[in-house]
């Protein structure tokens, strides 16, 4: 099969650039309607990664920052399947992600909040999707924490979730929250997304089955990419 | 036929480093981070260097911003399987980099791209893909840098812009100093010189 075309990506199915309640977003939303451009060689190809990139310990938040205990909260395991909107797997991906600990606080420089920071908690983690485009991360549950937007705005715990694809047109950022969180009517971070079954994609279910009884609570979170066209008859990405 | 949806995105927020770039974020994690050597060591072609600034709507820097870059070596070829060329052993083609925290300046090191296939046998002036991302960027935005010492004037993409001094927002200006040549490329998200911005 030659390659082909990405599907045109659904953007009312995302958030709008500028979202007034999203303070943030005003200044540094473009205000000129953006150039559609049908897909070339450079944005059907993107970059590769293999397992040399990463090491096994890096998706075991529970392991990979630790000086000589776990850190504080609830084990849990978080895992799924990163798909295209074809629903065929997209394996052999990279899947990045980071968050804050059980606490609401950062392992940044720049984040002042007053809980604690966990001294065996990096907060970040990476791995590989397999043949069928499964992933799973081990962590502690984040804490939700206070946000100046307005003044008394708690992002609900969330997970950010960086995932590459197959090319450059599926490149994605994008943040889990979790099942049954009353914060995430509230955030207006997540209500930047317009459509309410949108925003049912990025809460992650409860998985009893996925659970390690005694030891870690399990949520389900698959991700979808951008799908492609199987066939070339018209507007051949190459060739004269 | 049953199509799913794509997973709709969300702003990176003011953190990214953390997962991104932890090293930025202060703290040292993984044995390496991925990103910081565009081209690698037998990459043919110009060594160049690519600086600049992001803006926002009142002009100030934005410091907290994350640029991903992808690229075509010297002769115009993607690593990537479905380009399937020749590559040099090592070359990636894709780099991230952040801004530094209290300028907002960012700068990478690569070699310069040749030119690349475009759609229907035309020929894509040489240009590196970028894609930023930051607190207040709901979704990431997708342009392309252009270099000012090519012909670009028969560049597909450049020529679909209709209103021709807006091109200008896409080509980064080159200069020869003592550590070699530079090429400026400030990118404005919002007024009158709003840099064009991709839907890909």
Redesign the interface.
């Known amino acids: 099969m030659k390659?082909a075309e990405y599907y045109m990506?659904?953007?009312l199915?995302?958030?709008?650039?500028k979202?007034e309640n999203?303070k943030?977003?005003?200044?540094?939303?473009?205000?000129?309607a953006?150039?559609?451009?049908?897909?070339?060689?450079?944005?059907?190809?993107?970059?590769?990664?293999s397992h040399s990139?990463?090491?096994p310990l890096?998706n075991d938040l529970l392991k990979?920052?630790s000086h000589g205990g776990d850190p504080i909260g609830e084990r849990i395991i978080v895992h799924g399947r990163v798909?295209?909107?074809?629903?065929r797997p997209v394996p052999n991906t990279?899947v990045?992600?980071?968050q804050a600990n059980a606490g609401g606080r950062?392992?940044?420089?720049?984040?002042t909040y007053l809980a604690p920071i966990d001294p065996n908690f990096?907060?970040?983690g990476?791995t590989m999707t397999d043949a069928d485009g499964y992933y799973y991360f081990r962590t502690v549950k984040p804490g939700a924490y206070p946000w100046r937007n307005w003044v008394n705005n708690w992002r609900p715990a969330h997970i950010?979730f960086?995932i590459f694809g197959?090319a450059?047109?599926q490149?994605?950022?994008?943040?889990l929250y979790f099942e049954g969180d009353p914060l995430i009517a509230k955030c207006p971070?997540?209500q930047?997304?317009p459509?309410a079954?949108?925003?049912e994609?990025?809460v992650a279910k409860l998985d009893m089955n996925a659970s390690v009884p005694l030891d870690s609570i399990a949520y389900r979170f698959d991700?979808?990419?951008?799908?492609r066209r199987s066939t070339l008859f018209e507007?051949?990405?190459?060739?004269? | 036929m049953k199509y799913l949806k794509e997973t709709p995105s969300q702003t990176a927020g003011p953190y990214v480093h953390i997962g991104l770039a932890p090293r930025a974020a202060g703290f040292d994690i993984f044995k390496q981070e991925l990103g910081r050597d565009i081209a690698g060591p037998n990459a043919k072609g110009e060594r160049i260097r690519v600086e600049g600034c992001v803006y926002d709507g009142t002009g100030a820097p934005i410091k907290d911003v994350l640029i991903e870059a992808w690229q075509a070596n010297a002769d115009g070829h993607y690593a990537h399987p479905e380009d399937g060329r020749e590559i040099e052993d090592g070359f990636r083609g894709w780099g991230r980099v952040i801004t530094d925290f209290d300028t907002g300046h960012w700068g990478f090191d690569t070699i310069k791209p040749g030119a690349t296939p475009g759609r229907n046998g035309t020929t894509q002036a040489p240009h590196i893909n970028l894609w930023i991302v930051a607190r207040g960027i709901n979704l990431g935005l997708n342009t392309r840098m252009y270099f000012s010492d090519e012909d670009n004037s028969t560049d597909p993409v450049l020529n679909l812009i209709e209103q021709s001094h807006r091109r200008q927002t896409l080509i980064a200006t080159r200069s020869q100093g003592d550590k070699g040549v530079t090429y400026r490329f400030d990118i404005r998200i919002q007024g009158p010189d709003e840099t064009v911005f991709l839907d890909i």
């Open positions: 390659p990506r659904d953007r199915h995302h958030p709008p650039a979202s999203y943030t977003s005003v200044t540094r939303s473009p205000q000129y953006l150039l559609s451009l049908e897909n070339s060689l450079s944005e059907i190809t993107g970059p590769v990664f990139d990463i090491d890096d990979n920052y798909l295209d909107e074809n629903a990279l990045e992600i980071w950062y392992r940044h420089k720049k984040d990096g907060g970040c990476r950010h960086s197959a450059f047109a490149r994605l950022i994008t943040q971070i997540v930047t997304v459509d079954g949108a925003i994609q990025l991700i979808v990419l951008r799908g507007n051949r990405l190459e060739g004269n």
